[in-house]
């Protein structure tokens, strides 16, 4: 067997084939490059549209007042693009190791005031030390609405 001689090819048929001509596999190279841009680019937008949030509302703590063992006075201040909508937020006590020991939704009513102060009680399970505005949203739970 001399080592110059050319490789012999395999019967026909018996093998795949190498997958299509290159300009066939150059236009499939470019197609899923075109998709999977694409997806990526719907996924971005989708978490966007849902992790992006306009801050519609902000609110501020104002004071705390711990009445006595089981009860807190909270004034917070709460500002809205929409005063017109009623919102509902989320304020809470801590205790001065850092445990939560009192939470309470609150039901803003609509106004006429962009901002307004807002003052609340929350009994407390335990001493607080501390009290803060947890959140607030236009999203109002259907047993906070009045009527």
Request: with cysteine; charged share 20%; net charge positive.
């Amino acid at each position: 067997m001399n080592s110059t001689a050319a490789p012999e090819s395999p019967p026909e048929g018996r093998y795949p084939t190498t997958g299509g001509t290159p300009r066939s596999r150059r236009a499939t190279r470019v197609a899923l490059t075109v998709v999977v841009v694409a997806l990526g680019l719907a996924i971005a937008y989708i978490g966007y549209i849902k992790f992006s949030s306009t801050n519609d509302l902000s609110s501020k703590m104002v004071s705390f007042d711990v009445k006595n063992d089981s009860t807190v006075q909270i004034d917070f201040t709460l500002t809205r693009d929409d005063p017109s909508r009623p919102a509902s937020c989320i304020v809470r006590t801590k205790s001065r190791d850092g445990a939560e020991t009192g939470r309470r939704e609150v039901l803003i009513p609509a106004s006429k005031d962009k901002t307004i102060t807002f003052r609340t009680e929350l009994t407390t399970s335990a001493p607080s030390g501390y009290a803060d505005v947890y959140g607030c949203g236009y999203n109002v739970p259907s047993y906070l609405k009045a009527g």
